[in-house]
Nanobody, 126 residues
Framework: QVQLVESGGGLVQAGGSLRLSCAAS????????MGWFRQASGKEREPVAA????????YYADSDKGRFTISRDNTKNTLYLQMNSLIPEDTAVYYC???????????????????WGQGTQVTVSS
C-alpha cells in the first residue's frame, strides 16, 4: 500500500513557475515508477510526465516538453514536478500516481498506475 500526498499548487501568473511535490508513505517508494497527471475542469485526466524507479528515464507529454521537469528523491520518498513558463492552459488539478506496470509505451496510461494522490490545484492567470 502506498499513500500519496501532493502539495505545492496555487495561483500563479502566466510565465511563472511552480514546483509540485508528492510525498509517499511506506518503504517501497523506490520500487514504483511515478507519474504526474492533470485534469482540467470538464476534461479527461491526461498524462503530464513520468519517471522510472531509479529516475534514470523520464517521459513527457509533447505539450510539456521543455517547460516541465519531473524528478524524484528516493531517500526522501518524494516526487517533484518543476513547472516553468506556465500558461493558462496548464490550469488543472494535478495528481501524482505510483505504478509497477509503467513502461515506455504505457507511461501515459492511467491503468499502469496502482495508487493515486488526492490532487493539488494549479491555476494560471493570464
Amino acid at each position: 500500500q502506498v499513500q500519496l500526498v501532493e502539495s505545492g499548487g496555487g495561483l500563479v501568473q502566466a510565465g511563472g513557475s511552480l514546483r509540485l511535490s508528492c510525498a509517499a508513505s511506506g518503504r517501497t517508494f523506490s520500487s514504483y515508477a511515478m507519474g504526474w497527471f492533470r485534469q482540467a475542469s470538464g476534461k479527461e485526466r491526461e498524462p503530464v510526465a513520468a519517471i522510472s524507479t531509479s529516475g534514470g528515464r523520464t517521459y513527457y507529454a509533447d505539450s510539456d516538453k521543455g517547460r516541465f521537469t519531473i524528478s524524484r528523491d528516493n531517500t526522501k520518498n518524494t516526487l517533484y514536478l518543476q513547472m516553468n513558463s506556465l500558461i493558462p492552459e496548464d490550469t488543472a488539478v494535478y495528481y501524482c500516481a505510483a505504478g509497477r506496470g509503467v513502461t515506455e509505451w504505457r507511461w501515459g496510461s492511467r491503468g499502469a498506475y496502482d495508487y493515486w494522490g488526492q490532487g493539488t490545484q494549479v491555476t494560471v492567470s493570464s
